[in-house]
Each structure stands twice: as structure tokens, then as C-alpha cells.
């Protein structure tokens, strides 16, 4: 009998984060949700609050200074009233709904408001700044007027055509159904390289609608360097284990 992939939050610690807002920091193109995460993370002296353990993840610990993590963890700042979801791993897409799911389902139960989270569009190397001299970088879309229309008014435009993939565009659809405002920004990011400069755009973006998430910029471009190298070993490891699982089943 088929069942659906169950995903458990461990929670850690209560924690208030009210009327706040939740970020979606799992890996997409041009790692610019990793490390943008990380640079909140890191800037706003944040405390893990939970983790998430389910059978879709790699059965791997990730090991940070010196001490275990799971690949799935969820970070708070009480005071800002912010939240995140972070992972270094590349998921398979059966997890996407799920994850995007638990998300969701995480905010309602903490009486977020808003969730944000970032689509990346991958473009050649060579045809980044021709395409930045033709038209903006970094567009926005959110079942939000009010939101849009704010973002609009400092210079933020709609995308207008398109698709959102991913744990993005289920949140999306999701967003009127579970009355949670959701804001996805679509960034051009260098194909097969983490995109700092894209990460950094988005950051500033963020900070339009989200005065509290402060980030450290020159931080983002360290942490961005140490998540570089970090996900060149787990995701390595990780197609390490698949290979060895699929070898003897």
C-alpha cells in the first residue's frame, strides 16, 4: 500500500514569533535562499528551534563546528519575530510538496503572517549583463496587493509571465487557500555556481518589506563561501549514499 512521505518536526523550544514572518531557505538554483538564510541567520544571532527528520532526507549528520545537525532545521529570532527553514541538501522533487506543506502548516500554527521565499532563474554567464542592461534582475510576485504594491513603489516589478517551480510555487498557490500572504522573488542567477550577487539583491529586497531581517552584507559573501564548500562534501555524500543504497536493495 502506498503512503505519503511523512515529514516530523522535533520542536526544540517554544517560541512566540507572532504576526511575524517565515522564510523558506531550502536549496534552489544559485544556492541564493541558502545564502541569503545564512546571512540572516548569522547577522541576527538566531537560536535553532526545531529540526526536520522524514525518510525523503539523506540519513546523514551534518557536522558544523564540531557538533551534529540534522540536514533540515528550523531557526528563530523571537524579538524580530522571524523564522526560518534551512537545508543544505539537494532535494529530490517528491519532497517539494511536503516541505512546502510543513511550511505552511508551521506558520499557520505559529500565527506568521507572511512567508517569503526565493525562486531562482538560471541564465548563462556570459549573458547576465547584457540581460541587466535589458530589464531588472530581480521581479517579485505575491498574492499580496498591498505587498506588491509596496515593493512597486521602491522599484520592484512584477513578474507578469512566467512559472514558479518548486517549493515556491506550491506555496504560492497555496497562499490564498491557507490565508497566509506568501511573496516569492524571482532572481537571475548564474547557472551551476552559487550567485552571491544575486543573493545579495535579494537581500536588500527582503529589507524593503522586512526593516527587522538585517544582513550583514560582507557577511553574506563569507557565509556564502563556507555554504559553498560545505555543500560540495554533504551533496557529495549524499549522491555517496543514494548510490550505495540503490547498489544493495
Request: proline content about 5%; aromatic content about 8%; glycine content about 4%.
Amino acid at each position: 500500500m502506498h503512503t505519503e512521505p511523512i515529514i516530523e518536526i522535533r520542536k526544540l523550544k517554544e517560541i512566540n514569533i507572532e504576526d511575524g514572518v517565515v522564510f523558506d531557505g531550502f536549496y534552489n538554483i544559485g544556492l541564493t535562499s541558502t545564502i541569503a538564510c545564512g546571512c540572516f541567520i548569522n547577522s541576527l544571532k538566531t537560536e535553532l528551534v526545531g529540526i526536520l527528520d522524514s525518510s525523503l532526507f539523506s540519513p546523514m549528520s551534518v557536522i558544523y563546528d564540531a557538533k551534529p545537525n540534522f540536514p533540515a532545521r528550523i531557526y528563530a529570532n523571537e524579538e524580530k519575530k522571524l523564522g526560518f527553514f534551512v537545508s543544505e541538501l539537494i532535494l529530490d522533487p517528491s519532497a517539494y510538496r511536503p516541505i512546502a506543506d510543513i511550511i505552511l502548516r508551521w506558520s499557520k500554527d505559529n500565527k506568521c503572517k507572511t512567508i517569503i521565499s526565493i525562486a531562482g532563474k538560471a541564465i548563462e554567464k556570459e549573458d547576465k549583463t547584457t540581460k541587466e542592461e535589458e530589464e531588472p534582475s530581480l521581479k517579485v510576485i505575491s498574492n499580496s496587493p498591498i505587498i506588491m504594491k509596496k515593493l512597486n513603489n521602491v522599484g520592484i516589478l512584477p513578474l507578469k509571465y512566467g512559472t514558479i517551480n518548486g517549493i515556491p510555487g506550491i506555496l504560492l498557490n497555496e497562499s490564498n487557500w491557507k490565508n497566509i500572504d506568501v511573496v516569492v522573488f524571482v532572481v537571475d542567477v548564474i547557472a551551476g555556481v552559487p550567485d552571491f550577487r544575486a543573493a545579495a539583491n535579494v537581500v536588500q529586497a527582503i529589507s524593503k518589506i522586512v526593516p527587522e531581517a538585517y544582513c550583514e552584507i560582507q557577511l553574506l559573501i563569507k557565509e556564502a563561501e563556507n555554504i559553498e564548500n560545505k555543500l560540495k562534501i554533504i551533496n557529495s555524500q549524499a549522491a555517496a549514499n543514494k548510490f550505495e543504497k540503490q547498489m544493495y536493495r
